[in-house]
C-alpha cells in the first residue's frame, strides 16, 4: 500500500479508515521527506480548503497539487503521480530529476495513545 488513508481524530490523532472516510492520507516519500501526512479531498473544490485532491487509490496515488517539504539543510518539491514521486528541479538532494516509485505507507498515522 502506498497510501494510508487515515483520518483525524481530533485530540487523539490519526486512525487508519476506509478510503471513503479519510481526511487525511499518509505516504511514504523517497528521499528526506519520509512519511507525510497531507489532508485531502477526493471531489469538489480544494479552493480555501488546504486540502490536496486524492484520486483515492491506496495502490497508485495520485495527489494534487504538488508536495513541498523543507528542512533546514534540504528542500524536496514533488508531483505525486500514480504511485511515484516525480522530483522536480528545485529539489536539493539525490533524487532530483527523477521519478522514484512511492514506498510503502509506513503506519506512521497510527491513532496516538
Known amino acids: 500500500m502506498k497510501a494510508l488513508p487515515?483520518?483525524?481524530i481530533y485530540g487523539q490523532g490519526y486512525e487508519p479508515?476506509?478510503?471513503e472516510d479519510a481526511?487525511?492520507?499518509t505516504l511514504?516519500?523517497?528521499g528526506p521527506t519520509g512519511a507525510?501526512?497531507?489532508p485531502v479531498i477526493r471531489s469538489g473544490t480544494r479552493d480555501g480548503t488546504?486540502?490536496?485532491t486524492w484520486n483515492g487509490s491506496t495502490d497508485a496515488p495520485t495527489l494534487r497539487p504538488s508536495v513541498l517539504t523543507q528542512g533546514h539543510d534540504f528542500r524536496c518539491h514533488s508531483w505525486i503521480n500514480d504511485g511515484a514521486a516525480q522530483f522536480l528541479d528545485d529539489c536539493s538532494h539525490e533524487f532530483k530529476g527523477q521519478t522514484i516509485p512511492l514506498l510503502a505507507a509506513a503506519r506512521a498515522a497510527q491513532k496516538e495513545e
Open 6 to 8: 487515515v483520518k483525524l
Open 17 to 19: 479508515c476506509a478510503v
Open 23 to 25: 481526511t487525511h492520507v
Open 28 to 30: 511514504n516519500i523517497p
Open 36 to 38: 507525510l501526512t497531507l
Open 50 to 52: 488546504g486540502c490536496w
